[in-house]
């Protein structure tokens, strides 16, 4: 709740009475009455905006004017106005989390040093962290791979966990809840969301209101399906909403997707969100709020919405909501929660004029898309890109004319007479885990569109026990007609949540799961976020020795080159009923809808329409999973479950003792020199280009992920300390290292600097002296010689998950200012977040229009007088001494970024006003 004093201007806070006692809210009807008529007929999404900016008035930073504004919303057209919002809550995961805290906990250290009281420092709203990021899919293929994998997960993140005990112990309005328990959004949507909360403000009285929050993960959107709005922030905007902030946000365009018919049998959740993932993309959704209506949203799940909600950052919009109506009041009851909640949800929704009926006369949105469910046909997603839809009956062609087109048209660029070369295989038993019973006739060699991982994991479908369910018994069928497992597929089981392996096994079918190679693993999001683990060495071998393009199958999200795994240069997303039968084929080269998935031990083909579930069968299971005990029991004291996490100690001094030797937890140097001054905004002058990047430049080629190699700069930092190369852990397990995430940015494997076009990884060149070096050493050069950088970038700069660290390890590496041709809305504000300017090339502009080759000066002519969207001069000055102009857009988008980027970054703002009151 705010801590100010509730203005209420407009005198809309009414009475309710409701299961949880007699409740004061404030009334959106009411409001309406007030000259606003339009309100009633506005999209779901932005009235839960209005009802948090009139809740929250106090005359400062969010005042009546605000609520004037948002309630005169014009859905076809609206302004673009500053919206300050509160979120009721933050959601963390651990790898976004740590440096999180750790910020925290810098600020406390720079409190102290400015004679102030650290423990002013201290969230002022809910937040949850739930630790799900750090597992890895070392073991698999056996009975004991879960544990094995969650003993090795502890003992290398011990002091990860050290650091969050004592935050757990240091902060108030701050619970962690441990490893093994799930992942974040599936915890979020079965447990920690209420839709609805009632809480104590700052005059004594219960207040209800809608539920909300922000998280420091890109699939925060999957909260949506709820009927709750909640969008992925990096991690400084987090911080600063947990210190009391408001997130400043542009009144959203709203685009509405009618959806009407319904599915054909057999086609799954995850073909449904992989469709509309591929038609938002073409028509264009970054920075806009999407929301879904019509007649059949009627027989749609929340599980099958919360899978279409948490693919938004893959379309790219912030929000992918769905409204409250009575499926929503249904899955309240099947994952336990409380009757009076319950009730307290529908009598609120109903009296905000916010629970949709069939009846429910449809928003008015900036544009409409129809949808129509009979007409999405079973796909796949890839091979570099969620958005890029595949049919199953497709993949076999696309697939060979993948493995020849260009890196540029997202293929793989192979020389035709090295289309269809192989390399041996070595398989042995002893190497590859023997778990489940796997094929006799043993393969002797792999090639081009081999699958060598198959993962069921991810929140995006393991929340949804359909497709499960229906993944379980096509598992069962198989096995039934013979087929087994393929040795050299890495095939892995995780879960979001503990309740799902409770009910698979209720159910009788995990058994066959494992009978297929997928082994319990891990609660948490493993493969999905590069967590995938070395493969078997004999394959990986194959792999190197023929520098083959084989593939990865999962249940995911995001398949960005170099994220998934090493190997692996195809990725595709599917769903768990299609990783089991792409884990049978052992290829995607192969049409599904007419070629065998194997055969039987008769030598009789087997056909994936023979085995795949009824939709009566699946239904009879789906009613004995659906069991709310199992809900109430799997969360029950979640926070005390896991004996590990219980045993670690607990410090509660209010300042943390940093440990100049940890590998894991340094305090970073945002603050350490910081005084209360703040400078005027000054030109960028003589910088070097860095980086040139080309379009669709993800965070996962910026930020540091997945595995550490030992050549690059981090890697041999961490050798130099005398970390052996088994010890390296990951990038986002030492995200609480500063000095280690620094040299891993824009070192992903597969990441191309222009400026050295043949190379992938930390590569550039060093201007001054020519001299091709690492991407951190060309920095250290520059920061040494005083010469500020920029990054010059193409389309989508920044896509793909919320990760601070893409701008925190930007900032460290001296970047002043990056000029793109489009940002995507994450990244281009935690750029501002951290001081860094973003620029954008004016519409039909380019580096390459330009003529650009990265080896100018640039000299870009801001001062204190900037102001969002301002166009900007910048000046280049050639090698030949020539030089020339061209404009560029100022992406600072609102007046409190231009606040942000004078303080040099949010955080340093927020400590600045802490410090000045106390």
Request: with cysteine.
């Amino acid at each position: 709740m705010n801590d100010g004093v509730q203005t209420n201007s407009f005198g809309v806070r009414k009475s309710l009475d409701t299961p949880l006692g007699r409740v004061s809210y404030f009334s959106l009807e009411a409001l309406a009455d007030q000259g606003f008529p339009g309100i009633r007929g506005l999209p779901f999404s932005v009235r839960v905006l209005l009802e948090s900016v009139l809740r929250n008035e106090e005359g400062f930073a969010v005042t009546r004017d605000h609520i004037t504004s948002l309630a005169s919303y014009c859905p076809a057209n609206p302004a673009r106005d500053e919206i300050p919002y509160k979120p009721a809550r933050v959601l963390l995961q651990d790898f976004t989390g740590v440096p999180s805290v750790v910020d925290l906990a810098a600020m406390r250290s720079a409190m102290a040093r400015l004679g102030k009281d650290p423990e002013r420092i201290n969230p002022q709203l809910p937040v949850d962290l739930v630790i799900d990021h750090s597992v890895q899919v070392d073991h698999f293929n056996s009975p004991q791979a879960h544990q094995q994998n969650t003993d090795l997960e502890f003992s290398r993140n011990r002091e990860r966990y050290e650091f969050l005990r004592w935050g757990q112990g240091a902060f108030r309005n701050f619970s962690v809840i441990p490893p093994a328990s799930g992942i974040c959004h599936q915890v979020n949507l079965e447990y920690l969301g209420k839709v609805v909360q009632v809480a104590r403000d700052s005059s004594g009285e219960e207040v209800a209101f809608f539920d909300s929050l922000v998280g420091t993960d890109s699939h925060t959107p999957m909260i949506n399906g709820l009927g709750i709005i909640g969008w992925g922030v990096g991690g400084i905007e987090a911080e600063a909403a947990m210190l009391g902030q408001p997130i400043y946000v542009l009144s959203p365009a709203v685009v509405g997707v009618r959806i009407t018919g319904q599915l054909k049998p057999g086609i799954t959740a995850t073909d449904l969100v992989l469709r509309v993932t591929q038609m938002l993309r073409d028509h264009g959704v970054v920075g806009k709020f999407v929301e879904f209506f019509g007649p059949g949203l009627e027989e749609m799940t929340v599980p099958d919405r919360a899978t279409i909600s948490n693919m938004a950052p893959e379309y790219g919009a912030t929000m992918g909501f769905f409204p409250v109506d009575q499926k929503t009041l249904d899955y309240l009851w099947s994952t336990g929660r409380s009757e009076a909640l319950i009730k307290t949800v529908e009598l609120y929704c109903r009296a905000q004029g916010m629970f949709r009926t069939a009846d429910s006369p449809d928003p008015e949105f900036e544009t409409v898309l129809h949808l129509e469910l009979g007409e999405i046909e079973a796909s796949l997603a890839g091979p570099k890109r969620p958005q890029d839809r595949i049919t199953v009956k497709e993949l076999k062609n696309s697939w060979q004319k993948l493995l020849t087109a260009p890196v540029e048209e997202r293929g793989f660029g192979l020389a035709p007479e090295k289309a269809t070369q192989s390399s041996p295989l070595d398989l042995q038993a002893d190497r590859i885990g023997h778990g489940s019973q796997v094929k006799q006739d043993a393969k002797k060699s792999l090639t081009h569109g081999d699958v060598v991982i198959a993962s069921i994991t991810s929140c995006t479908n393991t929340s949804n026990p359909s497709v499960l369910l229906g993944a379980a018994l096509l598992a069962k069928k198989a096995w039934e007609r013979g087929l087994r497992h393929n040795p050299w597929v890495k095939t892995s089981f995780a879960p979001g949540s503990v309740v799902v392996t409770e009910y698979l096994q209720r159910t009788g079918l995990m058994e066959y799961l494992e009978k297929m190679g997928f082994f319990l693993v891990g609660y948490g999001c493993l493969t999905c976020i590069g967590n995938s683990g070395p493969l078997p060495a004999p394959v990986a071998q194959a792999v190197e020795e023929g520098d083959l393009v084989v593939a990865g199958v999962l249940s995911g999200n995001r398949n960005f080159e170099g994220r998934i795994n090493p190997h692996t240069k195809a990725n595709f997303l599917a769903s768990p009923q299609l990783v089991v039968a792409y884990a049978l084929a052992g290829t995607v080269n192969i049409n599904l809808d007419e070629d065998p998935l194997g055969h039987d031990e008769e030598g009789n083909p087997v056909y994936l329409r023979e085995i795949w579930p009824a939709p009566e069968e699946l239904q009879g299971y789906l009613a004995k999973a659906l069991d709310r005990d199992a809900f109430i029991d799997s969360y029950r004291d979640v926070e005390q479950s896991n004996s590990q996490w219980n045993s670690i100690p607990a410090s509660r001094e209010a300042i943390y003792p940093w440990n100049q030797e940890s590998t894991y937890i340094q305090e970073p140097p945002f603050f350490q020199e910081m005084s209360l001054k703040v400078d005027p905004i000054g030109a960028i002058e003589h910088a070097a280009v860095l980086v040139m990047a080309g379009d669709s430049i993800t965070t996962d080629h910026i930020s540091p992920a997945g595995a550490i190699d030992p050549t690059s700069p981090a890697g041999e930092y961490l050798q130099d300390l005398g970390v052996e190369r088994d010890d390296f852990n990951s990038y986002g397990s030492r995200r609480g290292n500063d000095r280690i995430m620094t040299r891993g940015t824009f070192a992903n494997i597969r990441f191309r600097n222009l400026l050295v076009p043949e190379t992938e990884g930390s590569r550039t060149i060093h201007m001054p002296t020519g001299e091709e070096v690492s991407i951190f050493e060309a920095a250290r050069r520059y920061r040494k010689a005083q010469t500020p950088t920029i990054i010059l970038a193409g389309k989508d700069y920044g896509m793909g998950s919320s990760r601070d660290w893409a701008a925190k390890g930007t900032q460290l590496l001296g970047v002043k200012a990056v000029i793109a041709e489009s940002y995507e809305r994450i990244h281009r504000s935690n750029l501002v977040g951290m001081g860094v300017l973003p620029l954008q090339f004016l519409p039909g502009e380019s580096a390459r229009s330009l003529g650009l080759t990265g080896q100018e000066i640039f000299s870009i002519a801001i001062d204190d007088s900037l102001e969002p969207a301002q166009t900007i001069g910048v000046t280049v000055l050639s090698g030949d001494g020539a030089s020339r102009e061209f404009s560029a857009i100022c992406r600072i988008d609102t007046p409190v970024e231009v606040v942000y980027y004078r303080n040099g970054g949010i955080l340093k703002t927020v400590l600045r006003s802490l410090a000045e009151k106390g």
